[in-house]
């Protein structure tokens, strides 16, 4: 690709021809020269860095947003940017070398509810949302009768030691049924309470203005955009134990908003106020709540890394 100003050849010729020519200003003057060609293969040491350094900055650009402004604050007592110290830091590891740059650290958060206003469930009763109160014995989803359909629960955990810079790389409710249900035509969804810290569990307007417009809330800004499918969900045995699907992208989609710090409260939803499952009688699935057995309760399973 030609690159230059001023007509070829002439005194006021700068820039690069074809990557072959160069012109350039010198101690004598203006002159012409033929691009330096690099005449060997890269070493086997210059490759490795070359590899290190392209895939350093792929893990920087799949940052989040708040996780790029937490390097940008560490990195500008040593007047830098933060990616130029992320990148440092990551190099030197990989290299074995010191340099006082962040390292990649893993972590887990494991816990279950812990007090009765942690959970609750919401229905449509035929003409009406109804609310059970916090501390309902069991939160669930799907068709009851038809005085009781679009079943959903809010769950509620504190203390979720998750850091703010984190990277969520599995995620999962472990939920243990609280009785026998065999029909395979479930569905349901799980979503996330969208707030930085979350509230317990007050009233029916309180879930609703935080589930959003499929449980009769007004809006939806208080929910998560990610939201994971749990669909025909297999025969559930008394006090059996169940994982949902992966939901490492609702758990994100919260820890990675301004606000969040490691030990806030998390909330989600899990439930099929949309009617997506068969409208038949008994057609659910139910899972113990903190009302019906604190170490029995749904338990939130997170697995993250960070650089720090």
């Given at each position: 690709?030609?690159?230059?100003?001023?007509p070829?050849?002439?005194?006021?010729?700068h820039?690069?021809?074809?990557?072959?020519?160069?012109?350039?200003?010198?101690?004598?003057?203006?002159?012409?020269?033929?691009?330096?060609?690099h005449?060997?293969?890269?070493?086997?040491?210059?490759?490795?860095?070359?590899?290190?350094?392209?895939?350093?900055?792929?893990?920087?650009?799949?940052?989040?947003?708040?996780s790029?402004?937490?390097?940008?604050?560490?990195?500008?007592?040593?007047?830098?940017?933060?990616?130029?110290?992320?990148?440092?830091?990551?190099?030197?590891?990989?290299?074995g070398?010191g340099?006082?740059?962040p390292?990649?650290?893993?972590?887990?958060?494991?816990?279950?509810?812990?007090?009765?206003?942690?959970?609750?469930?919401?229905?449509?009763n035929?003409?009406?949302?109804?609310?059970?109160?916090?501390?309902?014995?069991?939160?669930?989803?799907?068709?009851?009768?038809?005085?009781g359909?679009?079943?959903?629960?809010?769950?509620?955990?504190?203390?979720?030691?998750?850091?703010?810079v984190?990277?969520?790389?599995?995620?999962?409710?472990?939920?243990?049924?609280?009785?026998?249900?065999?029909?395979?035509?479930v569905?349901?969804?799980?979503?996330?309470?969208?707030?930085?810290?979350?509230?317990?569990?007050?009233?029916?307007?309180?879930?609703?203005g935080?589930?959003?417009?499929?449980?009769?809330?007004?809006?939806?800004?208080?929910?998560?955009?990610?939201?994971?499918?749990?669909?025909?969900?297999?025969?559930?045995?008394?006090?059996?134990?169940?994982?949902?699907?992966?939901?490492?992208?609702?758990?994100?989609?919260?820890?990675?908003?301004g606000?969040?710090?490691?030990g806030?409260?998390?909330?989600?939803?899990?439930?099929?106020?949309?009617?997506?499952?068969?409208?038949?009688?008994?057609?659910?699935?139910?899972?113990?709540?903190?009302?019906?057995?604190?170490?029995?309760?749904?338990?939130?399973?997170?697995?993250?890394?960070?650089y720090?």
């Amino acid at each position: 690709m030609v690159k230059l100003k001023g007509p070829l050849f002439s005194v006021g010729a700068h820039g690069t021809l074809g990557e072959v020519l160069s012109f350039q200003d010198g101690v004598a003057g203006p002159r012409a020269m033929i691009v330096p060609k690099h005449r060997d293969m890269y070493s086997t040491g210059q490759s490795r860095h070359r590899a290190s350094f392209v895939s350093c900055v792929s893990l920087w650009n799949a940052l989040s947003a708040a996780s790029k402004a937490y390097y940008n604050g560490l990195a500008a007592k040593h007047c830098m940017t933060g990616y130029n110290w992320y990148l440092k830091g990551v190099l030197t590891g990989v290299s074995g070398g010191g340099g006082g740059g962040p390292s990649l650290h893993t972590g887990m958060f494991e816990g279950r509810m812990t007090a009765e206003d942690c959970d609750c469930k919401v229905y449509w009763n035929g003409s009406a949302w109804a609310y059970i109160d916090a501390g309902a014995l069991n939160g669930g989803v799907g068709y009851y009768l038809s005085g009781g359909f679009k079943f959903g629960s809010g769950w509620r955990w504190v203390n979720v030691t998750i850091p703010v810079v984190a990277t969520i790389t599995a995620a999962y409710i472990a939920c243990t049924s609280e009785d026998s249900q065999s029909s395979n035509t479930v569905r349901s969804k799980i979503i996330g309470d969208k707030e930085a810290n979350a509230a317990v569990w007050t009233t029916l307007a309180n879930y609703q203005g935080r589930r959003g417009t499929a449980a009769g809330g007004a809006n939806n800004n208080l929910r998560t955009a990610a939201e994971v499918a749990w669909d025909s969900i297999g025969a559930w045995g008394l006090n059996s134990v169940y994982n949902s699907p992966d939901i490492s992208s609702v758990i994100q989609e919260i820890v990675g908003q301004g606000g969040w710090a490691s030990g806030n409260a998390l909330a989600l939803f899990w439930d099929d106020h949309e009617a997506r499952g068969t409208q038949s009688d008994l057609i659910l699935r139910n899972a113990f709540s903190y009302g019906g057995s604190p170490s029995k309760s749904p338990l939130l399973h997170v697995e993250y890394e960070y650089y720090a």
